[in-house]
Each structure stands twice: as structure tokens, then as C-alpha cells.
């Protein structure tokens, strides 16, 4: 017997558990990509199967159809978004170090071909919008990373939420931009510098203790 084989038949077998997230994340990988590549209209049900090795009947199990899969790829989005600024530590940070982190982290999500394919579902996504829908769960996302780092900043609730729909509207704006347009690399410095300058302004306005 081979050492390869010895190796083989050593190696755990996976879990149901296992083996269906491997599926599911096959499932969602596939749609970002295709819609990445081809785009919404082109991602079509045997493009998804096709592309992520499996067949629309296993799709349908574990989705329901493609309007699921579109919902659990946006539900995805918000969770990589969240994830990506949880590890920034509050204790010992200033503001203004806070809100750098914030814009470089939130910018690194935007500029993803994840939020791009994202966007485009949200485009064409007839899922229900309002607080039951992607937009109560984008901005339940966006206001549990803002607590955590911003918990300081005294602004009241309507400044607080204009504050973060100025935020996903510049970082959707430049990240839309791309598609057309590659401006040299201290252009576009330069303004997330000033959606920087501007986030630490107003926080700062308000938050007393920085």
C-alpha cells in the first residue's frame, strides 16, 4: 500500500454538516462569479449548476430556486462586510485611527468583484426591500459595525443614519466608477481621503472625547 493511499484512508470522512456548506458555498460562489463575468441576465439557472459542479435539482434542494440563492449571496455580502471590520480594536484608538481603518476596510469590501456582482443582484433582485427585506439587513449590518466603533460619537439617529448613507453612497459611487473608469492609484487616495476627512469631521463634531 502507498503512502498516498495510507493517507487517504486516514483522512476523516466529512460530515453531513460538512458536505452541505461545501455545497451551498459552491452554490454562491458560482452566481459571484458568473455575474461577475457574464453578468445578472446571463447567470442563468444551468450557468449556476454548470459552473458549480452540481445539478439544478441539487440547487433547488438546498435553495428553493434562484431567487433563494440570490437572497443568501446578498445575506453573505452583508456577513464578509461585517467580518472584515470586526477585528478592528476600539481600546487604545483615536478616532481619527478608527475612522481611517473603517473607510480602508469598508473600501476593500466595495471594491471586491463580491460587491460588485452583489450590486448588481440588488439591481435586479426582486426580493422584498424595507426593514423585512436586503435593506433592513444591509443597514442592520452597517449600523452594528458603526456602534462598535463609532459608540462614542454623540450623533443623533437621523444624523447618525444620513452619516451612513453618505458612506454607501460614495464607497457604491467610486466602486461603480471602476466599471467605466481606472483613475491612477493617488486619485482615487485621494478620495477616500476625503470621505476620511469628511466621517472624521462629523464624528469629531460630536463625539466629544476623541
Known sequence: MSARVGLERQRPRRTHAERTAETRGAIMHAVVESIAEVGFKRTTASEIARRAGVTWGAVQHHFGGKDG?????????????????????????????????????????????????????????????GDG??????????DAVWSSLFGDAAL???????????????????SLL???????PVVRARELSLLKETLLRELAGKAGRA
Open 69 to 129: 440563492i440570490l437572497v443568501a449571496v446578498l445575506e453573505d455580502s452583508f456577513r464578509r462586510f461585517a467580518e472584515r471590520l470586526s477585528d478592528i480594536s476600539v481600546d487604545g484608538r483615536s478616532l481619527e485611527r478608527r475612522t481611517e481603518l473603517f473607510v480602508e476596510r469598508a473600501w476593500e469590501h466595495f471594491a471586491s468583484p463580491h460587491f460588485r456582482s452583489t450590486f448588481e443582484i440588488l439591481q435586479h433582485s426582486a426580493t422584498p426591500k
Open 133 to 142: 427585506g436586503w435593506q433592513g439587513q444591509m443597514l442592520s449590518a452597517w
Open 156 to 174: 443623533s439617529r437621523g444624523r447618525r443614519l444620513a452619516l451612513q448613507h453618505y458612506t454607501i453612497s460614495v464607497l457604491t459611487g467610486l
Open 178 to 184: 471602476r466599471r467605466f473608469e481606472e483613475p491612477a
